[in-house]
């Protein structure tokens, strides 16, 4: 292996013909330096998505880094969300490393990018909109189609969550021998608590594929308030899956200022590879403009392995902070990852990460990078490698940061009509609500046992 100033002079070139994968993973220099510009334009060219026919077994699709395909091992690249578009945009954020990823088409990972048709028989049922709830004694339709991967948090609305006003305990047996049930009630406790729920589900003639579905919204006389989404299953193929979605308005106990969360966990495995995925995704908002955003995936394809975490973080004032790592690695040995943060208010602030490579001997590359921007029109660039290239320069260079977040209290406001039009229970005269300083926990960030990396 040749390293040169401007790194890896032969990239490895591992190839995994099996599954019909060929990836580069190697890191690109840094744009800091003037010489590596020309290099960086042809690289944004190269990054645009390419789609090769479907085959058996599984074509090759060439994507960027959060696409909703299955699972990706990953260097870096841009997102297909409208809100990683802005974290990952090279117009703006021209200081992030680039890369390349593969990623194999299986039919269970549904996919918003594909329409093929091996691909869409998982997608037909889910996207041709069957109507939430059925007349009575129809049954409930079969929503036994697993969730998109990279398509974040959904809005209230594409849930179509619509709770039964009376209490129903039904089932039947459909014309093709599957069976399906529908349940529905109401759960009542202390200091007003109140939970309206619904349930269905169903299970085909020969109980090889199986979904579940449960609504729910929640309120109390705290002015708590909750609308949420779990739903699971498994198809013939051994295909499986959950998701759940929550979406909850309260008022934080010790600024009295009203809050709105939203999150969305979903994973799904195969039946018929060492294959799987998870994500937890989440969102809070207040009413004085702080704003928090996150996500935590993984995911698993034979050999290939992938982690990603990213986080923003906006107090209302005009500060920011953001970050990115990600990393993966292959059965083979070979590791690769990308990491960068940066830090501003008023003006002035940072910017620093790193990207780094590990070869199945052991071998290892990186490439250290920062910024510091004064206010005034200067900024200062930074960097060293493994390799002995370094840069240490002063620049005059627009600074631009996203000081407030492209989605905010306004619009999630305007987006949770449901939630905020649920009704409590009437509370009686000189009765008040009991607080509870600390009922709320922290978010779990780390996937379930049988998706932790190995």
């Known amino acids: 292996m040749v390293a040169t100033s401007r790194g890896f002079a032969s990239p490895p070139d591992f190839k995994l013909t099996r599954l019909g994968l060929a990836f580069h993973p190697y890191p690109h220099p840094h744009p800091s330096t003037d010489a590596n510009a020309g290099r960086m334009r042809d690289l944004r060219k190269r990054r645009r998505r390419l789609s090769l026919p479907r085959a058996d077994p599984p074509a090759v699709t060439l994507i960027t880094c959060c696409c909703s395909d299955p699972v990706v091992p990953i260097l870096s690249g841009k997102t297909v969300d409208k809100a990683d578009d802005r974290r990952f945009d090279s117009k703006k954020r021209a200081h992030r490393a680039a890369g390349v990823q593969a990623s194999a088409a299986l039919p269970f990972f549904a996919s918003s990018s594909s329409s093929s048709p091996a691909q869409s028989r998982f997608l037909s049922k889910q996207e041709k909109h069957y109507p939430r709830c059925t007349p009575r004694n129809s049954g409930p339709q079969s929503r036994d189609s697993p969730p998109k991967r990279d398509t974040g948090i959904a809005n209230e609305k594409e849930w179509g969550i619509s709770l039964l006003n009376e209490n129903v305990n039904e089932s039947g047996t459909n014309e093709d021998g599957s069976t399906w049930y529908r349940e529905s009630g109401e759960d009542l406790g202390n200091n007003g608590y109140r939970c309206r729920w619904t349930r269905m589900g169903g299970t085909s003639h020969d109980a090889s594929s199986q979904w579940k579905e449960t609504w729910w919204e929640k309120s109390d006389w705290t002015g708590y308030k909750e609308l949420g989404v779990e739903k699971s299953g498994r198809n013939a193929e051994g295909d499986s899956w959950w998701e759940t979605w929550q979406e909850v308005l309260h008022q934080d106990e010790w600024s009295n200022v009203a809050r709105i969360e939203r999150s969305a966990q979903k994973q799904a495995k195969s039946g018929t590879e060492n ?136 619009d999630v406001v305007g987006d949770s009509s449901q939630l905020l039009s649920i009704k409590p229970r009437e509370r009686p005269p000189g009765v008040y609500p009991a607080l509870d300083f600390g009922s709320l926990s922290p978010p779990v960030d780390e996937p379930p046992d049988e998706f932790s990396p190995q």
């Open 275 to 410: 294959a799987g995925w998870y994500e937890k995704w989440w969102e809070k908002y207040d009413a004085k403009g702080w704003t928090e955003k996150g996500a935590h995936k993984y995911g698993r394809l034979n050999e290939q392995s992938w982690w990603e975490k990213w986080g923003e973080h906006y107090d209302g004032r005009g500060s920011v902070l953001k970050w990115t790592d990600k990393w993966a690695e292959t059965e083979l040995g070979t590791k690769w990852g990308d990491k960068w943060e940066e830090k501003f208010f008023a003006g002035i602030g940072s910017r620093q990460g790193e990207t780094w490579h590990v070869s199945p001997s052991g071998e290892r590359w990186s490439r250290t990078w920062g910024e510091e921007h004064f206010g005034n029109g200067k900024v200062h660039k930074y960097g060293k490698s493994t390799t002995g290239e370094s840069w240490d320069i002063v620049v005059d260079e627009e600074t631009y940061y996203e000081a407030e977040p492209h989605y905010g209290w306004a």
